[in-house]
C-alpha cells in the first residue's frame, strides 16, 4: 500500500497588509457574475415554482405538502409560490428577467394571479410596473423583452440555480 501527499493551495482573498490595517475585503467574483448583478427576489421565487412543478410532475416529490416539509416553510406558502404558474407565460419570463426593481414582490402580484384571464393579468402587470418602477426602468425592460424569443435554456438555467440550500435542485 502506497501513501501519496497531497497538497493544497487556497486563497482566501485577503492581503496581509489588509489584516493588519482592519479593513476587510470581499473575495474576487468572477467579471461574468459581477456584470449580471443579484437576481431579484420575484424572479428566484419564479424560478423556484418552475423547479417545484418540474419536482413534482417527475415524481420526485410526492406533492406540495412533502415540499413544504422539505423547504421548511408553510404548505400555505408553498401554495402562494406555486400561484406564480398562474401568470401568463410572457409575464412568468418577464419576471424571470427584470432588473431588481424596489416593491415588486409576491405579495404585490397575488391580485394578478387570482386573475384568470391572461390579457387583464398583461394590463394589470403594466399598471404594477408603472407604480412599482421608476419610468426609466420600465421602459428599459419593456424595450428588451421581445415575445416570441426562446429562451428556455436561460429559464431552465436560472430555475437550477435558485435556491441551492434547500437542496431541491
Known sequence: MSVEEVTYALDFGVRPQARRSGKAIS??????????????????????????????RDETMQDYAELARHGRVTRARVTQIMKLLDL???????????PPVKGLNERNLRSLVAQTDWGKQRTMFQKICKLQMHSAVCRRERDAYQPG??????????AGESYPETGLL
Do not use: K
Open 27 to 56: 473575495p474576487q467574483v468572477p467579471t461574468s457574475e459581477a456584470a449580471v448583478g443579484p437576481v431579484p427576489r420575484i424572479a428566484r421565487l419564479m424560478a423556484l415554482a418552475i423547479r417545484f412543478e418540474a419536482l413534482v
Open 88 to 98: 401568463a407565460p410572457d409575464l412568468q419570463e418577464r419576471i424571470l428577467f427584470l
Open 149 to 158: 424569443v426562446d429562451v428556455s435554456s436561460e429559464v431552465s438555467r436560472r
